[in-house]
């Protein structure tokens, strides 16, 4: 009788023991995650931008990430109207959620990169593809309408056709020296042209057989890129 009481005692603790050991490593599982991710996301960010870099953002090692983003990113969210939003970092704003929300309330994340070719402003876009959610960081130089440079992701793209606007370099490369705005200043974004751009200036060739995909792109750096406008027109004046 006590020998089976002590081994259901023994089966508890052990029990307990072995709760308590997947719940340490869960959470310390759960850290390195987070970091991996972050680091992730800033190399992301950070691709758009290559050519204002010593090293392409691929070849970065984890510490040189974070060492670019404390010493020479500055990191600034603005509501809908292009006013700053105190206490929140650009990194912890996920346009995801922001989608969800009235475009009143929405948040915005910019994050200017100080270097020694010059200030860039990296704005994040979100928009729809082919299957699924596609995004982009778009930096423009500091008369706020060059594009310096871009780099493009998606959720779930075909292989080989919506998928290249992340695989193929040559795609993200059209919008480098091109003009968002024209004239007296009218905003007119980029667009993914199918059959070849016509205005040299304000379009890049689409992919062939990504139709629907390009579109997408063209739609999101239109609205993306606006959402920015308060913004780039107060820091302007």
């Known amino acids: 009788m006590h020998s089976k009481r002590y081994i259901y005692?023994?089966?508890?603790?052990?029990?307990?023991?072995?709760?308590?050991?997947?719940?340490?490593?869960?959470t310390g599982l759960a850290d390195i995650h987070e970091r991996n991710a972050a680091i992730y996301n800033k190399k992301a960010i950070l691709s758009a931008v290559d050519n204002y870099l010593e090293q392409p953002s691929s070849v970065l090692s984890d510490e040189q990430v974070m060492e670019i983003f404390d010493q020479q990113v500055e990191q600034v969210v603005v509501d809908a109207g292009g006013d700053p939003v105190e206490g929140r970092l650009a990194e912890d704003v996920d346009l995801a959620k922001e989608?969800?929300?009235?475009?009143?309330?929405?948040?915005?994340?910019?994050?200017?990169?100080?270097?020694?070719?010059?200030?860039?402003?990296?704005?994040?876009?979100?928009?729809?593809?082919?299957?699924?959610?596609?995004?982009?960081?778009?930096?423009?130089?500091?008369?706020?309408?060059?594009?310096?440079?871009?780099?493009?992701?998606?959720?779930?793209?075909?292989?080989?056709?919506?998928?290249?606007?992340?695989?193929?370099?040559?795609?993200?490369?059209?919008?480098?020296?091109?003009?968002?705005?024209?004239?007296?200043?009218?905003?007119?974004?980029?667009?993914?042209?199918?059959?070849?751009?016509?205005?040299?200036?304000?379009?890049?060739?689409?992919?062939?057989?990504?139709t629907v995909t390009c579109d997408g792109v063209s739609e999101m750096m239109y609205r993306g890129l606006k959402n920015y406008e308060p913004y780039i027109d107060r820091v302007k004046k």
């Open 9 to 26: 005692t023994f089966v508890l603790v052990m029990t307990a023991v072995v709760a308590l050991v997947l719940a340490l490593m869960a």
């Open 99 to 210: 989608k969800d929300k009235p475009e009143a309330e929405r948040h915005y994340p910019i994050y200017i990169l100080n270097s020694p070719k010059g200030k860039v402003y990296i704005f994040s876009v979100r928009g729809n593809g082919l299957w699924d959610a596609i995004w982009g960081s778009i930096a423009i130089e500091d008369d706020f309408s060059t594009i310096a440079g871009v780099a493009f992701d998606h959720a779930g793209e075909t292989p080989g056709l919506g998928a290249e606007i992340k695989d193929n370099p040559s795609f993200p490369a059209q919008f480098v020296g091109k003009e968002i705005y024209e004239g007296d200043g009218d905003y007119v974004s980029i667009k993914v042209r199918k059959g070849g751009a016509k205005d040299p200036v304000h379009e890049v060739d689409a992919i062939s057989g990504a």
